[in-house]
């Protein structure tokens, strides 16, 4: 079997970071966190002040991305919001885009110290599906599983991912429709407030 390449992908909290971590020591693959590894290495071209973030070098993490995979004998699981943008696409094989209930993500947010302007933009980013868009744009429909991480931890979430690898479980998009259950709640307006 040739080794994998997984891309576990989704706005801030959704439980990308707990899940990567407890799905490369299920699969003995290595870790990469992609802001853990721009700033390690460097890989960064400036700051958004604004966000008070990172602005990553998409090309310098592609090749140095490229060359931890190539390096690497065993799976790679990638842990990122913008996986689906720097690791190369013929070297992705599954793409895992974890999604929550935006009621229970605004907490998990809060929580983590999101608030303004930048809890508002993850909030929307959810609600409106980007992570997910920006994954089926890129690798299609064959690569892209969306996960629904509400009221679950990471053992189950890291099971569901290890179910589909095993092919146990089916892979799917179109899980979820955050507008739409945000809407016929009347609490659209409540959530997205860009």
């Known amino acids: 079997?040739?080794?994998?390449?997984?891309?576990?992908?989704?706005?801030?909290?959704?439980?990308?970071?707990?899940?990567?971590?407890?799905?490369?020591?299920?699969?003995d693959a290595e870790y990469v966190n992609l802001t853990d590894l721009a700033i390690r290495e460097g890989l960064i071209s400036g700051k958004d002040k604004k966000r008070g973030s990172i602005i990553v070098d998409g090309g310098k993490m592609k090749q140095r991305l490229r060359e931890v995979i190539k390096e690497n004998d065993k799976d790679t699981v990638v842990d990122g919001h913008y996986a689906v943008n720097v690791v190369p696409k013929n070297l992705a094989t599954h793409v895992?885009?974890?999604?929550?209930?935006?009621?229970?993500?605004?907490?998990?947010?809060?929580?983590?110290?999101?608030?303004?302007?930048?809890l508002w933009e993850n909030l929307a980013s959810e609600i409106l599906d980007v992570c997910l868009v920006d994954a089926l744009n890129v690798h299609g429909e064959g690569k892209v599983c969306e996960l629904d991480?509400?009221?679950?931890?990471a053992e189950q979430i890291a099971q569901e991912i290890l179910g589909v690898?095993?092919?146990?479980?089916?892979?799917?998009v179109g899980l979820v429709d955050w507008l739409g259950k945000l809407e016929s709640e009347g609490?659209?307006?409540?959530y997205l407030k860009i």
């Open 1 to 27: 079997m040739s080794k994998r390449v997984i891309l576990v992908t989704g706005t801030p909290c959704v439980g990308k970071t707990s899940v990567s971590h407890l799905l490369a020591s299920k699969l």
């Open 149 to 153: 991480t509400t009221g679950k931890n």
């Open 165 to 172: 690898l095993k092919g146990l479980k089916k892979c799917r």
């Open 187 to 190: 609490l659209l307006d409540d």
């Open 96 to 118: 895992f885009v974890l999604r929550r209930d935006p009621i229970e993500l605004k907490k998990f947010m809060e929580q983590s110290g999101f608030s303004g302007p930048k």
